[in-house]
């Protein structure tokens, strides 16, 4: 079964050049069983909160700390040392 869970993290890239990390990362994300549901930037443009859904803890876990993984974050301006799992997610509805 999977688990669903809101992230947050602190960034100094542009929302749009987050995204196109996002997209380079999908082959990572997929190799260790997580996908991203939906993504928002702080209204100070500072921080992204993310829901996502994995496979396993042990994934997530694998993915962060990744070294490609990790490069390609802080080369593109994430604060990898922020990133922060606010709470796990139950049932949710997007309208």
Same mark, same amino acid.
């Given at each position: 079964? %999977?688990?669903?869970? !809101? +992230?947050?993290? #602190?960034?100094?890239?542009?929302?749009?050049?987050? @995204?196109?990390?996002? /997209?380079?990362?999908?082959?990572?994300?997929?190799?260790?069983?997580?996908?991203?549901?939906?993504?928002?930037?702080?209204?100070?443009?500072? %921080?992204?909160?993310? !829901? +996502?859904?994995? #496979?396993?803890?042990?994934?997530?876990?694998?993915? @962060?700390?990744?070294? /490609?993984?990790?490069?390609?974050?802080?080369?593109?301006?994430?604060?990898?040392?922020?990133?922060?799992?606010?709470?796990?997610?139950?049932?949710?509805?997007?309208?």
């Amino acid at each position: 079964m %999977s688990m669903r869970f !809101i +992230a947050t993290f #602190k960034k100094t890239c542009s929302f749009n050049d987050w @995204l196109e990390l996002i /997209d380079k990362l999908k082959p990572h994300l997929e190799k260790h069983g997580i996908r991203m549901i939906f993504a928002a930037e702080s209204e100070d443009r500072q %921080s992204i909160y993310d !829901i +996502a859904e994995a #496979k396993t803890m042990e994934g997530v876990e694998a993915f @962060l700390s990744d070294p /490609d993984v990790r490069k390609m974050r802080i080369d593109a301006g994430v604060d990898i040392d922020s990133h922060q799992v606010i709470s796990g997610i139950g049932d949710f509805h997007s309208f």
